[in-house]
């Protein structure tokens, strides 16, 4: 098979998403120097970190989001400890709801969110009682 090894996201405002994703999430971010383009390397757990996950990427959106045009991308999700904990620091640092939370029966917490820049993403809190 072939697995996901690296995400990115696009930005109209490079600085502020990195602002929000800090906030939220805690992860680094290291401006690469590129005569190509402006990117950031987006670092989501320690280097010698244990944790599951992948790290990322963040780069100026080359086109303008259109009004409505939903998602346009993979949905990434972050495992979380405390999906209500997580969710109100999201509504804290500028983001919004895009599905509020919802249950998978016996699995876990659900929901999506918007980000500084319009961007989707999704949360996952595991608990065997959700229902």
């Known amino acids: 098979m072939n697995r996901v090894v690296h995400f990115e996201i696009q930005a109209d405002d490079p600085n502020r998403a990195i602002a929000f994703y800090t906030k939220v999430f805690g992860w680094n ?5 590129s005569d ?8 989501t757990a320690e280097k010698e ?11 100026p959106r080359p086109v303008k989001l259109s009004a409505g045009c939903g998602t346009n991308a993979y949905v990434c ?10 969710a109100k620091k999201i509504l804290g640092a500028g983001g919004k709801v895009a599905l509020p939370k919802f249950a998978l029966p016996g699995m876990a917490w659900q929901g999506y969110f918007l980000d500084s820049e319009g961007n989707t993403f999704g949360l996952h809190q595991a608990d065997q009682h959700a229902k």
Do not use: H, R
Request: net charge negative.
């Open 77 to 86: 999700t972050m495992q979380v400890a405390d999906f209500d904990k997580t």
């Open 29 to 33: 971010f290291l401006k690469w120097e």
């Open 36 to 43: 190509l383009m402006e990117y950031w390397m987006i670092m």
């Open 49 to 59: 970190s244990k944790e599951p996950g992948i790290n990322g990427g963040l780069l």
